[in-house]
């Protein structure tokens, strides 16, 4: 069988290699070696030529060889044939089986398509289901997973727990605080809710270590040796650990309260301290004074203060306080202090230093208002300042006066004088008004209107007259020595000038105003005296029933006394004025020359025709008014001793016309008037620069007498004369009895 | 403005002391004036200004048997006036009519309505209205009287005594209210109420000269004096001035504000006229000037009164812009 199976596997291989390439389209591809081998003879090959073999097979075989291969080939032929036969028939077979299954696949198919849909229907719902099952579980995960990551969360802060002893002495050790009381405060809750649990241990373990922390920072914050930055950052740790700062601020805002004493200016070493300023501005190397020291203090207490705004930003209102109250118990020193007699140097000294404090102070803590609190408290003090020079400036003139005897009054007037000029209006105003520091030129105007209240104050008090011609001596001098001499001053101090609040020409304007406004007033004190007495001498008689003139009336030496006593205290006070005796233009003012012409004429008249003119009255007045009216008797009056006299003369015997016209008299009454006036020309005549205006006035009061005379028939010259005499040497005997009481007292 | 040649002049014969605004007539700018001789036969000058204002017209001259010192015409009827004479010993006072006037001017003698017998120095009329009383001064004493015209008779309502010491010298009665009368004295300015006729306020000031009520508003009184110028004072205040005006150079003898312009002052003095609130000076006068009056019909014209007799009339027109 082996020999059988060998030849059967060639066969199988032959019939294989057929069908393959019966089934394979091209067959050099897969026959491409045996081609070649065997072209021609290989019966099994593709390009075998049946004609060919034929051929050489007849030529090279004989008959029985041909014979045999005939036999040969017909038994492989008709094997060929029965396998091809049984191929056949296999493929047939399984072509039918084949066709048999896809009968039976068809039939097994039909009626999935509904079986089907009823699957996706299921395939459907149970997704629906598995998807509510889904979300309902959703939640419960999460929370899950929630719950691990806290778990994760607990165990990392357990562990940050238990190290935290550790970690704090570490910190402390580095004197890291900062994170030292960042873990504390971080761990804070957990040991105060769960402290006294497992963590027990760690809990006293990290307290015993911030308490040191807390200690450590304490002291810092206590110690002025350390950095404003470090003590400000201690503080804010402090506070972060819960520590009561405000108790610490308190402590340190009281000490700061302390300090306040020693910023204090003693009322008692205020005038040191003035005066060191003063020194110190002198000569820059005095740097030991007092005013050193103390501004060295106030700078450490502005310091001070800095630090603890920016330590304790709550404690602004507390610090306020604090530099308020500094401010005010300045002010209120400085009120003691000028309650004293302080010179002007002095309290501008200390109020130097006080507003130097109070720009230093202003400079940490300008919201506190400092310098318009000041500027108030500084108004105040400067009002009292004022009022109390001024008292002084009284009690000096006053205790002047009692120094001396009064019947010494040259000495007295001439002393008042002296310390008025000398002490008030050189040093004082001038150096309140010179002063430049800010506040002062703020307040200037101010105090302008005090210093000029000041003397309408003074002035409208019943003081002795005199006082008043020195007060307006006194503006005077302000006006055309202090004032100009100021103004240089400030000029000299502020190159840029921007001196803008002093203003000379308008303070000049209100001293020239306030000193006319004083001699005005003097003047009318003096007349309103000289007024009174002829009031009385006027209101007394009845002019009606006069009796003839026998001496001179006895008011024409009260006249004369009151006049006297002008005369002095003018000369003692005012200037001497230009000599112009006998210049009559002078009383006439702007006027016309004819009325100049016409004073001379009229006086000419005067002695020529003063018996006669009383009886032709009504004729003599009329022609009188064609020339000597116009006459301005009211000149403006001035600053000289000559002037006031003059004016309160004319006053007086203008006075004097009046109260004539406002009686009637008889004979006797007219005649005692003449008289009087008669008497009154020499004396008059000698004090007054200005002879003309008297005469004048002199002549109208006959005139006024006569017009209201009942039967005027003037005394006879000798008579006149006779009795001017009597008169003359009875106040001459008077005089010398007086001098004899005088030498013999 | 210096110069008065703006003013309308007119001269009295003989010196004067007082003028009067004719406040009854109400068709006129009128004044009336008397003049104060000693010797001659006083006169009576009712004058009117023309209706252009530039002339001064003489409407009648009437011869008054006594030297004038005060004169105030009635302010509801213009043809009765009161006048304060002299005799040469002593005062009188006495009210008068003026007669019917038929274009003649040769001094027809006045119809003399009632006298009032006392030492007079001042006779008041109410100047706010009709008001049949009258007040009168002497020195020492204050009198009420109640005037009829029709029956020419004057009679004394009330009087009461200031003392001996006051020495009363003029006054002013209260526009507002009829029964305030303030007085001035020797020492102060007093005031009446003329219904208990008692001293109810006073000023401290002596030498008050002229006074006046402010006529537009209530309480305000001004005063003039002989050295300190002039003070407004508010009574419901009276202890210090309101306020404190330059007076002359010498005194100051009335005052007189303006019936229409509040804070209009005008005073006159023995030196210069001005009107306040300094608003100009008037210096054209020759002697001192005594008489003051403004216009009630035209309250921006004023006559005014020197020694010598000379009526000055003015207008303040044009500075009340001003104002």
């Given at each position: 069988?082996?020999?059988?199976a060998?030849?059967?596997?060639?066969?199988?291989?032959?019939?294989r290699?057929?069908?393959?390439?019966?089934?394979?389209?091209?067959?050099?591809?897969?026959?491409?070696t045996?081609?070649i081998?065997?072209?021609?003879d290989?019966?099994?090959?593709?390009?075998?030529?049946?004609?060919?073999?034929?051929?050489?097979?007849?030529?090279?075989?004989?008959?029985?060889?041909?014979?045999?291969?005939?036999?040969?080939?017909?038994?492989?032929?008709?094997?060929?044939?029965?396998?091809?036969?049984?191929?056949?028939?296999?493929?047939?077979?399984?072509?039918i089986?084949?066709?048999?299954?896809?009968?039976?696949?068809?039939s097994?198919?039909?009626?999935m398509?509904g079986?089907?849909?009823?699957?996706?229907?299921k395939?459907?719902?149970?997704?629906?289901?598995?998807?509510?099952?889904?979300?309902?579980?959703?939640e419960k995960?999460?929370?899950?997973?929630?719950?691990?990551?806290?778990r994760?969360?607990?165990?990392?802060?357990?562990?940050?727990?238990?190290?935290?002893?550790?970690?704090?002495?570490?910190?402390?050790?580095?004197?890291a605080?900062?994170?030292a009381?960042?873990?504390?405060?971080?761990?804070m809750?957990?040991?105060?809710?769960?402290?006294?649990?497992?963590?027990?241990?760690c809990?006293?373990?990290?307290?015993?270590a911030?308490?040191t922390?807390?200690k450590?920072l304490q002291?810092?914050?206590f110690?002025?040796?350390?950095?404003?930055?470090?003590?400000a950052?201690?503080?804010?740790?402090?506070?972060?650990?819960d520590?009561?700062?405000?108790s610490?601020?308190d402590?340190?805002?009281?000490k700061l309260?302390?300090?306040?004493?020693?910023?204090?200016?003693?009322?008692?070493?205020?005038s040191?301290?003035?005066?060191?300023?003063?020194?110190?501005?002198?000569?820059?190397?005095?740097n030991?004074?007092p005013a050193?020291?103390?501004?060295?203090?106030?700078?450490?207490?502005?310091e001070?203060?800095?630090a603890?705004?920016?330590?304790?930003?709550?404690s602004?209102?507390?610090?306020?306080?604090?530099?308020?109250?500094?401010t005010?118990?300045?002010?209120?020193?400085?009120?003691l202090?000028?309650?004293k007699r302080?010179s002007?140097?002095?309290?501008?000294?200390?109020f130097?230093?006080?507003?130097?404090?109070?720009v230093?102070?202003?400079?940490?803590?300008?919201?506190?208002?400092l310098?318009d609190l000041?500027?108030?408290?500084?108004?105040?003090?400067?009002?009292?300042?004022?009022?109390?020079?001024?008292?002084?400036?009284?009690q000096?003139?006053?205790?002047?006066?009692?120094?001396?005897?009064?019947?010494?009054?040259?000495?007295?007037?001439?002393e008042?004088?002296k310390?008025?000029?000398?002490?008030?209006?050189?040093?004082?105003?001038?150096?309140?008004?010179?002063e430049?520091?800010?506040?002062?030129?703020?307040?200037?105007?101010?105090?302008?209107?005090?210093?000029?209240?000041?003397?309408?104050?003074?002035?409208?008090e019943k003081?002795?007259?005199?006082?008043?011609?020195?007060?307006?001596?006194?503006?005077v001098?302000?006006?055309?020595?202090?004032i100009?001499?100021?103004?240089e001053?400030?000029?000299?101090?502020?190159s840029?000038?921007?001196?803008?609040a002093?203003?000379?020409?308008?303070?000049?304007?209100?001293?020239?105003?306030?000193?006319?406004?004083?001699?005005?007033?003097y003047?009318?004190?003096?007349?309103?005296?000289?007024?009174?007495v002829?009031?009385?001498r006027?209101?007394?008689?009845?002019?009606?029933?006069?009796?003839?003139?026998?001496?001179?009336?006895m008011?024409?030496?009260?006249?004369?006394?009151?006049?006297?006593?002008?005369?002095?205290?003018?000369?003692?006070?005012?200037?001497?004025?230009?000599f112009?005796?006998?210049?009559?233009?002078?009383?006439?003012?702007?006027n016309?020359?004819?009325?100049?012409?016409?004073?001379?004429?009229?006086?000419?008249?005067?002695?020529?025709?003063?018996?006669?003119?009383?009886?032709?009255?009504?004729?003599?007045?009329?022609?009188?008014?064609?020339?000597?009216?116009?006459?301005?008797?009211?000149?403006?009056?001035?600053?000289?001793?000559?002037s006031?006299?003059?004016?309160?003369?004319k006053?007086?015997?203008k006075?004097?016309?009046?109260?004539?016209?406002?009686?009637?008299?008889?004979?006797?009454?007219?005649?005692q008037?003449?008289?009087?006036?008669?008497?009154?020309?020499?004396?008059?005549?000698?004090?007054?620069?200005?002879?003309?205006?008297?005469?004048?006035?002199?002549?109208e009061?006959?005139?006024?007498?006569?017009?209201?005379?009942?039967?005027?028939?003037?005394?006879?010259?000798?008579?006149?004369?006779?009795?001017?005499?009597?008169?003359?040497?009875?106040?001459?005997?008077?005089?010398?009895?007086?001098?004899?009481?005088?030498?013999?007292? | 403005m210096?110069?008065?040649?703006?003013?309308?002049?007119?001269?009295?014969?003989?010196?004067?002391?007082?003028?009067?605004?004719?406040?009854?007539?109400?068709d006129?700018?009128?004044?009336l004036?008397?003049?104060?001789?000693?010797?001659?036969?006083n006169?009576?000058?009712?004058?009117?200004?023309?209706?252009?204002?530039?002339?001064?017209?003489?409407?009648?001259l009437?011869?008054h048997?006594n030297?004038?010192?005060d004169?105030?015409?009635?302010?509801?009827?213009?043809?009765?006036?009161?006048?304060?004479?002299?005799?040469?010993?002593?005062?009188?006072?006495?009210i008068?009519?003026?007669?019917?006037?038929?274009?003649?001017?040769?001094s027809?003698?006045?119809?003399r309505?009632?006298?009032?017998?006392?030492?007079?120095?001042?006779?008041?009329?109410?100047p706010?209205?009709?008001?049949d009383?009258?007040?009168?001064?002497?020195?020492?004493?204050?009198?009420?009287?109640?005037?009829?015209?029709s029956?020419?008779?004057?009679?004394?309502?009330s009087?009461d005594?200031a003392?001996?010491?006051?020495?009363?010298?003029?006054?002013a009665?209260?526009?507002?209210?009829?029964?305030?009368?303030a007085?001035?004295?020797?020492?102060?300015?007093?005031?009446?109420?003329?219904?208990t006729?008692?001293?109810?306020?006073?000023?401290?000031?002596a030498?008050?000269?002229?006074?006046?009520?402010?006529?537009?508003?209530?309480?305000?009184?001004?005063?003039?004096?002989d050295?300190?110028?002039?003070?407004?004072?508010?009574?419901?205040?009276?202890?210090a001035?309101?306020?404190?005006?330059?007076?002359?150079?010498?005194?100051?003898?009335?005052?007189?504000?303006?019936?229409?312009?509040?804070?209009?002052?005008?005073?006159?003095?023995?030196?210069?006229?001005?009107?306040?609130?300094?608003?100009?000076?008037?210096?054209d006068?020759?002697?001192?000037?005594?008489?003051?009056?403004w216009?009630?019909?035209?309250?921006?014209?004023?006559?005014?009164?020197?020694?010598?007799?000379?009526?000055?009339?003015?207008s303040?027109?044009?500075?009340?812009?001003?104002?």
């Open positions: 069988m082996a020999t059988e060998a030849p059967m596997d060639e066969k199988a291989k032959r019939m290699d057929l069908l393959s390439s019966f089934y394979t389209p091209d067959p050099s591809i897969s026959t491409p045996s081609s081998s065997t072209s021609f290989n019966i099994n090959g593709p390009s075998f030529d049946a004609d060919q073999y034929m051929d050489l097979m007849i030529k090279k075989s004989n008959l029985d060889v041909l014979l045999q291969r005939h036999v040969q080939m017909a038994a492989e032929i008709k094997n060929l044939d029965t396998d091809l036969q049984m191929l056949v028939y296999e493929n047939y077979n399984k072509f089986s084949a066709t048999d299954t896809i009968k039976r696949m068809k097994n198919i039909f009626g398509e079986n089907m849909d009823q699957l996706l229907h395939i459907m719902s149970v997704q629906s289901r598995s998807d509510g099952v889904n979300t309902s579980l959703f995960r999460e929370h899950i997973e929630k719950l691990h990551r806290t994760n969360l607990l165990r990392k802060v357990q562990q940050f727990i238990y190290d935290l002893p550790a970690r704090l002495q570490k910190c402390i050790k580095s004197e605080y900062g994170d009381v960042r873990f504390y405060t971080g761990a809750p957990i040991l105060k809710v769960y402290g006294d649990t497992s963590f027990k241990d809990r006293r373990a990290s307290e015993e911030i308490e922390i807390i450590n002291t810092k914050l110690s002025d040796s350390e950095s404003i930055q470090a003590r950052e201690a503080a804010v740790l402090l506070k972060q650990l520590v009561p700062v405000d610490l601020k402590k340190l805002l009281e309260e302390q300090s306040l004493d020693g910023l204090q200016i003693n009322p008692d070493e205020a040191k301290l003035a005066e060191h300023n003063v020194s110190s501005k002198d000569e820059e190397s005095n030991q004074g050193k020291i103390h501004e060295d203090a106030v700078r450490g207490f502005s001070a203060m800095r603890y705004r920016e330590i304790f930003p709550d602004e209102e507390r610090l306020f306080k604090l530099a308020r109250a500094l005010t118990t300045h002010f209120e020193n400085m009120e202090y000028i309650r302080v002007a140097a002095d309290f501008l000294g200390i130097r230093i006080i507003w130097e404090d109070v230093l102070m202003d400079e940490v803590l300008p919201e506190a208002a310098s000041s500027a108030e408290a500084a108004q105040v003090t400067l009002k009292q300042f004022v009022a109390r020079t001024f008292s002084h400036l009284q000096d003139i006053s205790d002047t006066l009692l120094k001396f005897d009064i019947n010494q009054k040259e000495v007295v007037d001439g008042v004088l310390v008025v000029l000398e002490a008030s209006g050189k040093a004082e105003f001038r150096q309140l008004l010179d430049n520091t800010g506040i002062f030129v703020k307040m200037n105007d101010l105090l302008i209107g005090w210093i000029q209240k000041g003397f309408q104050d003074f002035f409208s003081i002795h007259a005199g006082l008043i011609l020195v007060l307006a001596q006194l503006s001098v302000i006006e055309q020595k202090v100009p001499r100021i103004a001053e400030i000029t000299a101090s502020f840029g000038g921007n001196s803008q002093f203003i000379p020409g308008e303070l000049c304007r209100v001293f020239h105003a306030a000193s006319e406004k004083l001699l005005q007033h003047i009318d004190t003096r007349t309103q005296k000289i007024s009174n002829l009031r009385k006027f209101k007394t008689p009845n002019w009606v029933k006069h009796k003839e003139p026998r001496e001179v009336h008011y024409v030496d009260m006249l004369l006394q009151q006049l006297e006593e002008v005369g002095k205290e003018v000369k003692q006070i005012l200037p001497q004025g230009t112009r005796k006998h210049k009559r233009s002078d009383s006439n003012g702007s016309t020359t004819t009325s100049s012409r016409s004073t001379t004429l009229h006086s000419d008249k005067m002695a020529r025709s003063n018996s006669q003119r009383a009886r032709s009255q009504l004729f003599e007045t009329h022609l009188a008014k064609l020339f000597k009216q116009k006459v301005e008797i009211f000149t403006k009056v001035e600053f000289t001793q000559e006031v006299v003059t004016t309160t003369v006053l007086c015997l006075s004097l016309q009046e109260y004539v016209r406002l009686q009637t008299f008889n004979r006797s009454g007219f005649q008037i003449q008289l009087d006036i008669q008497f009154l020309k020499a004396p008059l005549k000698e004090t007054v620069e200005d002879e003309a205006a008297i005469d004048f006035l002199l002549d009061v006959i005139v006024a007498a006569s017009e209201r005379c009942l039967d005027v028939t003037p005394l006879e010259p000798p008579i006149l004369d006779k009795l001017i005499q009597a008169k003359l040497a009875k106040s001459k005997e008077h005089n010398n009895n007086n001098n004899k009481t005088t030498v013999s007292s | 210096q110069g008065g040649s703006s003013g309308i002049g007119y001269g009295l014969k003989y010196q004067a002391r007082c003028i009067s605004d004719v406040k009854a007539d109400t006129y700018t009128s004044f004036t008397g003049t104060l001789s000693l010797k001659e036969e006169e009576v000058h009712l004058l009117r200004l023309s209706s252009g204002g530039s002339e001064l017209i003489c409407e009648g009437f011869s048997p030297e004038i010192w004169l105030a015409s009635c302010p509801f009827d213009q043809r009765i006036f009161s006048t304060v004479f002299s005799t040469g010993e002593s005062f009188g006072a006495a008068w009519q003026i007669p019917e006037l038929y274009g003649q001017l040769n027809p003698q006045l119809e309505v009632a006298s009032l017998d006392a030492h007079v120095d001042s006779v008041l009329w109410w706010s209205g009709r008001c009383k009258l007040i009168s001064m002497d020195e020492q004493n204050i009198f009420l009287w109640s005037l009829a015209c029956n020419k008779s004057a009679e004394v309502l009087k005594s003392g001996m010491l006051h020495s009363l010298s003029g006054g009665w209260d526009p507002h209210d009829v029964n305030a009368v007085a001035t004295g020797e020492s102060s300015v007093q005031f009446w109420d003329l219904r006729m008692k001293k109810v306020n006073s000023i401290e000031r030498h008050v000269r002229g006074v006046d009520y402010n006529p537009k508003r209530e309480h305000i009184l001004i005063t003039a004096e050295e300190s110028g002039i003070h407004v004072w508010d009574l419901r205040k009276a202890k001035p309101v306020q404190e005006l330059p007076g002359h150079t010498h005194w100051t003898w009335a005052v007189k504000c303006n019936p229409e312009y509040d804070g209009l002052i005008l005073p006159v003095g023995s030196t210069r006229q001005r009107v306040n609130l300094l608003l100009n000076s008037y210096t006068y020759e002697d001192s000037v005594y008489g003051l009056a216009s009630s019909r035209e309250p921006w014209v004023f006559a005014s009164l020197s020694y010598d007799g000379r009526v000055v009339i003015e303040v027109k044009p500075f009340l812009p001003r104002l």
